[in-house]
C-alpha cells in the first residue's frame, strides 16, 4: 500500500524509481483484471440474456487479456505480475485530495483535467479495495489522525508493506521499518520509506522497468 507521500510523486513525475514502481503495479493490475475476466468468460451461462451477457464477458475478457499482453511484451520477461496495490474509499478520497493541495507544486503545469486523469489511473491500479469503513471511528494509529485511515486500509487488507515518506507520522522507526497491528486481531503491517523497501525488492531490477511504459497500461486496445 502506498502512502500519498509516495504515490504522488510516482504518478505526477515522468521519472524516477516511484514510477517505475508504479508500472509494476500497474501490470500487477492488468494480471489482476485478466484473470477475473478469464474467471467471468468461463462461469456457467443459462437463456438468451445470459447468452448476451456472456459475449459482453467474452469481449472484456479479449481487451484484459490484449492489454495484460501488450505491456507483458515491453516489459523485462523476469518482471513479476503479482504486485498488488490496495485501497480504500476514504483512501482514495485523501489521494484526490492531496492531488489538488499538492500536485500543482510538484508540477505548475498540472491541469484539472489531469488530475482527473490521474484519479482515473489510481483507481485502475487499486485492484484490491478493502471494506468501507468511516475514518472517524477508526483506532488512533499516529499523531496525525489524518494518516490514520491510511495504516487502517493496509491492516484491513493484510498487507506486506505500507510505504510511505512521511517519517514524522507513519516510517518513525530509525531503523526503517515501524510495525502496527489492528487492535483485537493478528494483522499486522510493517511500514518504511520507499528507499528502505527499495533494498527488500529483490523480484526485480526498476532500472529495467521503462517508466513512460505507464501510458501502455492504460492506452486503448485497437
Request: with cysteine; net charge negative; aromatic share 6%.
Amino acid at each position: 500500500m502506498l502512502d500519498t507521500s509516495v504515490i504522488l510523486p510516482a504518478v505526477i513525475s515522468p521519472r524516477g524509481y516511484r514510477r517505475r514502481f508504479w508500472v509494476l503495479l500497474a501490470f500487477g493490475a492488468l494480471a489482476e483484471r485478466r484473470d477475473l475476466a478469464r474467471l467471468q468468460d468461463g462461469a456457467p451461462r443459462a437463456g438468451a440474456h445470459e447468452a448476451l451477457r456472456g459475449h459482453d464477458i467474452a469481449s472484456l475478457a479479449a481487451q484484459a487479456e490484449a492489454r495484460y499482453q501488450r505491456l507483458r511484451d515491453a516489459l523485462p520477461s523476469s518482471c513479476p505480475d503479482h504486485w498488488r496495490l490496495i485501497g480504500s474509499r476514504p483512501l482514495l478520497a485523501e489521494y484526490e485530495r492531496k492531488l489538488h493541495e499538492i500536485g500543482p507544486r510538484l508540477d505548475p503545469d498540472l491541469r484539472p483535467t489531469d488530475i482527473e486523469t490521474i484519479r482515473r489511473q489510481i483507481e485502475a491500479v487499486c485492484v484490491d479495495m478493502t471494506d468501507d469503513f468511516d475514518p472517524e471511528l477508526i483506532p488512533t494509529y499516529t499523531a496525525d489522525r489524518k494518516d490514520d485511515p491510511v495504516i487502517h486500509t493496509a491492516l484491513l487488507a493484510d498487507a506486506t508493506w505500507l510505504i510511505a515518506d512521511d517519517k514524522r507520522h507513519i516510517s518513525t522507526d530509525p531503523t526503517g521499518i515501524t510495525e502496527y497491528q489492528l487492535p483485537g486481531t493478528t494483522h499486522r503491517v510493517s511500514a518504511l520509506t520507499f528507499s528502505s523497501f527499495l533494498n527488500q525488492l529483490t523480484e526485480v531490477d526498476l532500472d529495467d522497468i521503462d517508466p513512460s511504459l505507464i501510458q501502455s497500461a492504460f492506452a486503448p486496445i485497437r
